[in-house]
């Protein structure tokens, strides 16, 4: 193995990292060593603490067998490598610079310091007791999310105070297990009080955005910011439910060197480094204008094939690079106004109605695809004889498989993704 046998901790990789760590190229580079899995932190009964102390315990055993320590997931694998890394002196980014792009609402306050033409109002509600009309200086409608969002979880449109009532009930059904985490994790970082005032179960009700949305991915590196490329976001009809992502994106160059513009800004400020990220942004063509979402502290992983078609890098192979104290390269990728000949999209596999799972694709299936257009990546992410709901869903729809494919035009694109879908039989039947 590489670099005489020392290893890379990965900290709680999805089915998606397994799957990319997997491929023969990077384990022939890197000696890597998985620890949990983020399917076990979302299982009840799952105590992040404990997990987090005995990792640890484990590595501080063994402390000469490791380089490096890394998590690609957000949430909680990216904050619990941080506090490995920081407890045993190994390089990675700082849990405070995870933090702020984790926590929404102190993420809005360090945005709003650098950027604030690029930053919505916004203000924190706390959902521990019945909100009161006074306590919302913004006006309807609002956008509300959590202040530790997970997978578009309680984030929408709010169009009155009854509304706004209503959520509230909800949250404090539903956000629990991942605000008690998060705070948990915040707790056992050195981060001063000042950041505990707002717990990671508070709503965001912010000012309602509108435009095209799109998401620009870069890494931090040295100091140094360097953005890689706009990807479009497509939503189904009507809904908050996303589509398929394209890259490269179709707006004007001149408006995606203004995000990176932005984005270089914004991750300074932070202090993010040694990572991947990912800022999604609105533009709204009527006036203009840039308006900042959210941003993520790690690797858009469900974009990393649509990366490797169009510009042949590897976006795994270069956290693991940072990780290891390496400068990962890819400066020449960003440039929004060459030709790169083809386009890509990941395509979400979607229904609106709930149903147990009573067929999913085999590996001949999607052998034949792969048979079929070499360059797809197939994501499967459901399992026989389960209800959709039991996987990890938003609030308005059901995934149940990913494609990632390229071509040479959207056109293309679109009729090929066609062809791919009947290479992947699913059924359902109705939950009533």
């Not at 390269?329 to 790169?340: D, F, I």
């Not at 990890?392 to 009729?415: N, T």
Request: a negative charge; one cysteine or more; glycine letters at 6%.
């Amino acid at each position: 193995m590489s670099d005489g046998g020392k290893r890379i901790l990965v900290i709680c990789p999805t089915a998606r990292d397994r799957a990319h760590f997997s491929r023969p190229a990077i384990r022939r580079a890197y000696d890597l060593e998985f620890r949990g899995t983020d399917e076990a932190t979302h299982a009840p009964g799952f105590d992040g603490l404990q997990f987090l102390n005995e990792t640890i315990r484990m590595v501080q055993g063994r402390r000469e067998a490791f380089q490096a320590v890394v998590g690609i997931d957000d949430f909680p694998a990216c904050m619990m490598a941080a506090l490995v890394a920081e407890s045993l002196g190994l390089p990675s980014p700082s849990f405070e610079s995870l933090f702020l792009c984790q926590h929404k609402y102190y993420s809005r306050v360090r945005q709003r310091e650098v950027i604030p033409e690029a930053t919505p109002r916004f203000h924190a509600l706390d959902i521990s007791r019945d909100p009161a009309p006074s306590d919302l200086p913004l006006p309807f409608p609002v956008f509300i999310k959590p202040a530790k969002s997970y997978l578009s979880i309680l984030a929408r449109r709010i169009e009155s105070f009854p509304d706004l009532a209503r959520a509230v009930a909800e949250a404090r059904l539903r956000l629990a297990p991942v605000a008690h985490m998060f705070d948990a994790l915040l707790g056992a970082s050195t981060l001063d009080g000042n950041f505990r005032a707002i717990p990671g179960s508070a709503l965001i009700v912010e000012d309602l955005l509108s435009g095209h949305q799109v998401t620009l991915d870069g890494y931090a590196y040295g100091g140094q910011v360097v953005p890689l490329g706009v990807v479009d976001s497509f939503f189904f009809p009507g809904s908050l439910s996303f589509e398929r992502f394209e890259y490269p994106s179709r707006l004007p160059p001149g408006v995606q060197e203004r995000m990176a513009e932005v984005t270089k800004r914004v991750i300074q400020h932070i202090g993010l480094d040694r990572t991947f990220f990912d800022i999604e942004f609105f533009y709204r063509e009527e006036d203009d204008s840039i308006w900042l979402i959210e941003i993520n502290g790690r690797m858009s992983s469900q974009f990393a094939p649509l990366y490797r078609m169009v510009d042949g890098i590897d976006l795994y192979a270069m956290q693991l690079e940072m990780a290891l104290g390496r400068d990962p390269g890819g400066r020449e990728v960003w440039g929004p106004e060459r030709n790169r000949g083809l386009v890509s999209a990941s395509f979400v596999m979607r229904t609106f109605e709930n149903g147990v799972v009573r067929r999913i694709p085999s590996a001949e299936d999607v052998g034949r695809l792969e048979r079929r257009f070499p360059e797809a990546f197939v994501e499967i992410l459901v399992r026989e004889g389960e209800k959709l709901s039991d996987e990890l869903q938003d609030d308005e729809s059901y995934r149940y498989g990913l494609v990632a494919l390229a071509a040479e035009d959207r056109q293309a694109l679109l009729k090929r993704y066609d062809e791919a879908k009947n290479f992947l039989p699913f059924e359902f039947t109705p939950i009533r």
